[in-house]
């Protein structure tokens, strides 16, 4: 356990203050990706490199900070992690960022986009989230990687980006409690996890259109709906999968799956789907990164 608050590489864990002697905060894990966040809605507004993806970053930043500023609302001590969960992992502005949260930042990071979850978190937030892979009329939609994946099931249920994760939240008994995104990714999280509040930042016209609500609206209302959300963490009942998963991902063409089939135990289903029987949900979930890795080969 390190000294201080702060990621225990050794341990690929988050050790917060709450598990040093003597001081006694809850723990928040904040995931962040960026196609859900107002402001956006073409792929050129969140690709690295891009002027309009350099803009953006001041407004992802922003959403992320009125969701610390919410959790701190909520309980003055509370230990903020903060994630990122979008690209190669380095899009908020550390410098912008609530001084008050330690951020998780660059790839590859044990846990990818939930990197730092742990089994003593009290929540999980989920800021700039999109639909999944296949929904109509969704900002950007995809799973992990819209060049290779096209579906995701876990013992035949299809999840996306923000079904995955939290399932896998719920996996470790941390209980998800607020997303923010478009109204695509709302309908999909009360789907997944019953219970759980939405922010809609947007409503999809579209794979690449929507109607926008003003960047400070969409902070205003993250900050306003966190506290409550924290507060009915209780209330929350998301998906979870407890024993073994049957996986099977779909990508978009054959080929992609060639790789992938030289993990010992991966199965081809048919021409597109691999079959890989996981003998947990934290399995299966690695699992389908590496086959979107493997993929994109
Ligand atoms: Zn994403």
């Known amino acids: 356990m390190p000294e201080q608050p702060g990621y225990d590489g050794a341990a690929a864990a988050w050790v917060g203050a709450g598990d040093l002697e003597g001081v006694i905060g809850m723990r928040v894990l904040v995931s962040v990706d960026m196609e859900g966040i107002a402001g956006v809605v073409h792929s050129d507004d969140i690709r690295p490199g891009h002027s309009e993806y350099e803009r953006n970053r001041n407004l992802l930043t922003a959403e992320v900070n009125a969701a610390v500023r919410g959790i701190h609302a909520y309980q003055a001590d509370a230990q903020v992690l903060v994630t990122e969960a979008h690209a190669e992992f380095r899009n908020l502005l550390p410098e912008l960022l609530d001084r008050r949260a330690e951020l998780l930042r660059g790839t590859p990071k044990p846990g990818g986009m939930m990197a730092g979850l742990a089994a003593d978190m009290d929540a999980a937030l989920f800021i700039g989230y999109h639909g999944k892979a296949g929904m109509p009329r969704s900002v950007m939609a995809h799973t992990i990687s819209g060049r290779v994946i096209a579906d995701v099931r876990c013992n035949g249920r299809s999840l996306g980006e923000l079904g995955l994760n939290t399932a896998l939240a719920a996996h470790h008994g941390v209980p998800p409690v607020l997303v923010s995104g478009d109204d695509t990714v709302a309908a999909e999280a009360a789907a997944v996890a019953p219970g759980i ?101």
Request: some cysteine; overall charge negative; charged content about 25%.
């Open 197 to 297: 509040r939405c922010v809609v930042v947007k409503h999809a016209l579209g794979a690449r259109a929507a109607a926008l609500l003003h960047p400070d609206e969409a902070c205003d209302r993250i900050e306003r709906e966190v506290p409550m959300a924290l507060a009915d963490r209780q209330d929350v009942r998301p998906l979870r999968f407890d024993g073994p998963v049957q996986l099977e991902v779909q990508v978009l063409r054959p080929q992609m799956t060639e790789q992938a089939l030289l993990v010992p135990g991966m199965e081809r289903e048919d021409g597109c789907t691999l079959r890989y029987a996981a003998p947990d949900f934290p399995t299966a979930y690695q699992v389908t990164e590496l086959i979107a890795t493997l993929g994109a080969i």
